[in-house]
Structures are given as C-alpha cells and as structure tokens.
C-alpha cells in the first residue's frame, strides 16, 4: 500500500512552481542549465536559485486573474428613475460606478 503525505518531503526532480506562476520573469539560455529566475512578490527582487516547492505568493499563470474575471463579468443593477433592472458588463460602467476588488486579499 502506497500513501501520499501532503506537506511532507518533495520528491526529487518536481518542477519548480515559478515556472507556473504569474509573478515570476525565467530568463533561460541555450544551455539547459542557463536560467534565471527573479520574483515579483518579493520586495528585494534576488534571483532564484533552487526549485520552489511551495510558495505564499503563487498565482497560477494558467488560471485568469481578478482582473480578468472582472472584465468579463456582467453586473446586475437598477434604475430607481425608471424603475428598470437588468444586467450590464463590468467594462461598461463608469470608473466611480465599479467595485474593484485588490488582488493581494482575494482568495
């Protein structure tokens, strides 16, 4: 019988995170192992030297931002002159009229 242990040792040879995440610029080479990873969460941006494993600041690059889930969604509002409701995309309403939500406290 096999068990998986989550949050115990990483097994040897995974991926590195960054190479999934929103935050991180990989500047690679012609030679496998030329590669340069710098992070954008950080506040001192230093280069990466291993393969991270887990990270507080990932943001999975393969999955829209709340930016991007805003923009494409469709508000519900009504008009109290004219008694109308119905829904409006987020991109269509005035600056003042919208709700943005901060992207460092959603999750």
């Not at 030297?49 to 999955?63: I, M, P």
């Not at 709340?66 to 409006?88: C, P, Q």
């Amino acid at each position: 019988m096999r068990l998986k242990i989550h949050g115990g040792t990483v097994s040897d040879g995974q991926a590195s995170l960054c190479n999934t995440c929103r935050s991180a610029t990989i500047i690679r080479g012609a030679r496998l192992t030329d590669e340069i990873i710098s992070c954008g969460k950080r506040v001192i941006r230093d280069e990466i030297q291993f393969a991270v494993a887990s990270c507080t600041g990932y943001s999975d690059r393969s999955l829209p931002s709340l930016y991007d889930l805003e923009d494409i969604a469709w508000v519900l509002r009504s008009d109290a002159r004219t008694k109308k409701i119905g829904f409006v995309r987020a991109r269509d309403l005035k600056l003042e009229e919208r709700h943005v939500l901060d992207d460092d406290n959603w999750g």
